[in-house]
């Protein structure tokens, strides 16, 4: 089992900045692919970013340039660093972690609203 703990979320101004954090703990691995995904009101949960073990990153064409996915293998960390935020990146944003079948794992998420 993984467990996954989101922080970092709150409310910002359109045009400004945001950095989320993931924390894994349990039998995680560095292996691991970890990734980010969101879920806007009245919407399905989404892809937005992810990332190998080895550093390779992929993006939502929606946040691709505005958002960057890092990880930390020596603390089992995830984070997404987010700019220039939009009124349509408010969602509840999720960690994710892919083990392979039968070990996918997410976390409660954390609210991120951009609203003036």
């Known amino acids: 089992q993984v467990q996954l703990v989101e922080s970092g979320g709150g409310l910002v101004q359109p045009g400004g900045s945001l950095r989320l954090s993931c924390a894994a703990s349990g039998r995680m691995s560095s292996r691991y692919a970890m990734a980010w995904y969101r879920q806007a009101p009245g919407k399905q949960r989404a892809f937005i970013a992810s990332i190998t073990s080895g550093g390779i990153t992929d993006y939502a064409a929606s946040v691709k340039g505005r958002f960057t996915i890092s990880r930390d293998n020596a603390k089992n960390t995830v984070s997404l660093q987010m700019n220039s935020l939009k009124p349509d990146d408010t969602a509840v944003y999720y960690c994710?972690?892919?083990?392979?079948?039968?070990?996918?794992?997410w976390g409660k998420g954390t609210l991120v609203t951009v609203s003036s």
């Open positions: 994710n972690v892919n083990g392979g079948p039968g070990a996918i794992y």
